[in-house]
Nanobody, 125 residues
Framework: QVQLVESGGGLVQAGGSLRLSCAAS????????MGWFRQAPGKEREFVAA????????IYADSVKGQFTISRDNAKNTVYLQMNSLKPEDTAVYYC??????????????????WGQGTQVTVSS
């Protein structure tokens, strides 16, 4: 079993930055792909970014490419999402997700088996 706890969300002005963290408990963190998703009010959950088990490969949604950076520290069982140049349309609840052991990273939410409770990010104009 894996438990994920996000932190780092909050209220920021447009153009500002935030760094989200997701701390994982449980076994074999370094065998799991990790992803970030977000859900804005009235919208479906959407993919943001994902990273492979070693941290050597990443993928981003087109809407955040060049703006957000996903990274991980396997020694600390933590994955990060650095968000720069934030815009009001980035306002959402951000969720961290972990795959089952050995699975490749993916943009699809159904490929992830464990989810955090989410952290709110609000960007004011």
């Amino acid at each position: 079993q894996v438990q994920l706890v996000e932190s780092g969300g909050g209220l920021v002005q447009a153009g500002g930055s935030l760094r989200l963290s997701c701390a994982a408990s449980g076994r074999a963190f370094n065998t799991r792909a990790m992803g970030w998703f977000r859900q804005a009010p009235g919208k479906e959950r959407e993919f943001v970014a994902a990273i492979d088990r070693s941290g050597s490969s990443t993928i981003y949604a087109d809407s955040v490419k060049g703006q957000f950076t996903i990274s991980r520290d396997n020694a600390k069982n933590t994955v990060y999402l650095q968000m720069n140049s934030l815009k009001p349309e980035d306002t959402a609840v951000y969720y961290c997700a972990a795959s089952s052991s050995g699975r490749s990273y993916s943009t699809k939410s159904y490929q992830y088996d464990y989810w955090g409770q989410g952290t709110q990010v609000t960007v004011s104009s």
